[in-house]
């Protein structure tokens, strides 16, 4: 289980990551993306490198213990599985 640091789309209320390095992801309006994904071994997170779009500082969390390992997020991004695409379902 890892922890993974999120935002929170005011709009559309999507709650997204960035799975992977080059995993540009954005909300299911259009109004903000997230890229950058890498998972930090020292705090056990996966972290968000660069946000686009307008956001309040409130709007960013990180959300523990998710059932998932950094191998299967990398995985779900690449293989386009996308189980941890949006993440409203831990938020």
Not at 26 to 51: A, E
Not at 72 to 81: A, P, R, S
């Amino acid at each position: 289980m890892i922890n993974i640091r999120v935002v929170k789309c005011k709009q559309c209320s999507s709650v997204i990551t960035s799975r992977a390095n080059h995993d540009f992801n954005t909300c299911k309006c259009g109004q903000l993306s997230v890229d950058g994904g890498y998972f930090n071994k020292d705090t056990n997170t996966q972290c968000i490198t660069r946000i686009i779009g307008s956001f309040q500082q409130e709007h960013l969390s990180i959300i523990p213990d998710i059932p998932v390992t950094p191998e299967q997020l990398y995985n779900d991004w690449n293989k386009g599985i996308n189980e941890f695409k949006y993440l409203e379902k831990y938020a």
